[in-house]
């Protein structure tokens, strides 16, 4: 890094041995290196992945559920709209 620029470094590395690289990750962020790590050791998800933050720890996160409030109110709107229109026509029945 002292003689060429580098402006992203990618780790692929076995899960346990990602504690050996905190030293490297650190310099890599002092220096304003992006860093990624190459995360194969979870199970196949197919769930939106995402980084936030709890308290000063990074936290990852896997979610099947959508993010955006937008669209959980959305969903919402359309079950209860669909689960009172069943309701109506399946009344009848319900005699």
Do not use: Q, W
């Not at 310099?27 to 933050?53: I, M």
Request: charged content about 25%; some cysteine.
């Amino acid at each position: 890094m002292k003689r060429h620029v580098i402006d992203e470094i990618l780790f692929a590395v076995d899960s346990g041995r990602l504690a050996e690289l905190e030293e490297v990750f650190l310099f890599c962020d002092e220096e304003g290196v992006r860093t990624r790590v190459l995360v194969d050791f979870f199970p196949h998800v197919n769930s939106d992945l995402y980084l936030d933050r709890m308290g000063g720890t990074p936290l990852l996160t896997f979610s099947a559920a959508p993010h955006d409030e937008v669209l959980l109110l959305t969903k919402r709107v359309i079950d209860v709209a669909l689960g009172g229109a069943a309701l109506v026509l399946l009344a009848p029945a319900m005699r």
